[in-house]
């Protein structure tokens, strides 16, 4: 079965820091861009990230300002984002998604970030 | 990138169709042809009805259809079903290389 499953929310300061992970499963990793995507609570949809099959194309939306890192680990099946200088913005629900615009998409069940004091 | 535009909800009854409007940019939606529709229920993650602006995925509904003219890109819903009642976003690559999606829009069937 093609699967993604996010992993590595939870409650944070602001001004954290937090690694969210995306485990892939039924498909082969490597050869697909993956992306992440977010969304605040009773919000829509936004696009954060996306990065290219080899890791070596990443873009962000303009938000991130240099806060969150995208990376792969293909030998592990496994996507990253790296969340730094966190604020309540940034609280959501953290999907996780393989050509998520295609008909080959693959959607993870998210992952909570809550950023409070 | 400021989020692509969609009305807040639309509304109609069982049977009669309703189209979903998405209004974006010459960078994003005018600019690209990769422009896609989602279904969202609550609690669910996000599922593709449309992409490649009018291109159905398999086993989606040929009751949705998806079109585009210049910088506005359309859903259309017809033989409207109360299964339907959901959230839909759009969505589009931009000229930069980034995506933006749209604000969202509720279909309530009466």
């Known amino acids: 079965e093609v699967q993604v499953v996010e992993s590595g929310g939870g409650l944070i300061q602001p001004g954290g820091s937090l690694r969210l992970s995306c485990v892939a499963s039924?498909?082969?990793?490597?050869?697909?861009?993956m992306h992440w995507v977010r969304q605040a609570p009773g919000e829509g949809l936004v696009w954060v990230s996306r990065?290219?099959?080899?890791?070596?194309?990443?873009t962000y939306a303009d938000f991130v300002k240099g806060r969150f890192t995208i990376s792969r680990d293909n030998a592990k099946n496994t996507l990253y984002l790296q969340l730094n200088s966190l604020s309540a913005d940034d609280t959501a629900v953290y999907y996780c998604?393989?050509?998520?615009?295609?008909?080959?998409?693959?959607w993870g069940q998210g992952t909570q970030v809550t950023v409070s004091s | 990138q400021s989020a692509l535009t969609q009305p807040a909800s639309v509304s109609g009854s069982p049977g009669q169709s309703i189209t979903i409007s998405c209004t974006g940019t010459?960078?994003?939606?005018?600019?690209?042809?990769?422009v896609s529709w989602y279904q969202q229920l609550p609690g669910k993650a996000p599922k593709v009805m449309i992409y490649?602006?009018?291109i159905r995925p398999s086993g989606i509904s040929n009751r949705f259809s998806g079109s585009k003219s210049d910088n506005t890109a359309s859903l259309t819903i017809s033989g409207l079903q109360t299964e339907d009642e959901a959230d839909y976003y759009c969505?589009?690559?931009?000229?930069?290389?980034?995506?933006?999606f749209g604000t969202g829009t509720k279909v309530i069937v009466l």
């Open positions: 039924g498909f082969t990793f490597s050869s697909h861009w």
């Open positions: 490649e602006v009018s």
């Open positions: 010459s960078s994003d939606v005018g600019g690209c042809k990769f």
């Open positions: 998604s393989r050509d998520f615009d295609s008909s080959n998409a693959c």
């Open positions: 969505s589009s690559c931009t000229t930069t290389g980034t995506y933006v």
């Open positions: 990065i290219n099959s080899d890791g070596n194309y990443r």
